[in-house]
Nanobody
């Protein structure tokens, strides 16, 4: 079973920085696009940033200057560097990935399925 595990959240003062990590594990053939979403209290989950396996990035308008998404394909890990954090950045941050999961493998064949996987979320609190 493919899992995403996030880390790096916590309490930070306004203007501070955090770096979130998300690692995919399990029977993985490929991790395609990876992304970060966030959900603030009382609000819908929204896209923060996404990155393809080739490194093409896409950001929500609110984070284009302050956020940087990156990934290490060898480690199946995505990162979100967040700088100049604001009170409005307080939210649970969720990792998302499109993954090809190996179902069965043999000497001459490989069976896999494509999944969308979500992590459990990591809380980022910006407070003075």
């Amino acid at each position: 079973q493919v899992q995403l595990v996030e880390s790096g959240g916590g309490l930070v003062q306004p203007g501070g920085s955090l770096r979130l990590s998300c690692t995919a594990s399990g029977s993985i053939l490929n991790v395609h696009a990876m992304g970060w979403y966030r959900q603030a209290p009382g609000k819908q989950r929204e896209l923060v940033a996404r990155i393809t396996i080739s490194g093409t990035t896409d950001y929500a308008d609110s984070g284009k200057v302050r956020l940087t998404i990156s990934r290490d394909n060898a480690k199946n890990t995505a990162y979100l560097q967040m700088n100049s954090l604001k009170f409005a950045d307080t939210a649970v941050y969720y990792c998302n990935a499109d993954v090809s999961e190996i179902i069965a493998s043999g000497s001459v064949s490989l069976e896999y399925r494509d999944l969308e996987v979500w992590g459990q979320g990591t809380l980022v609190t910006v407070s003075s």
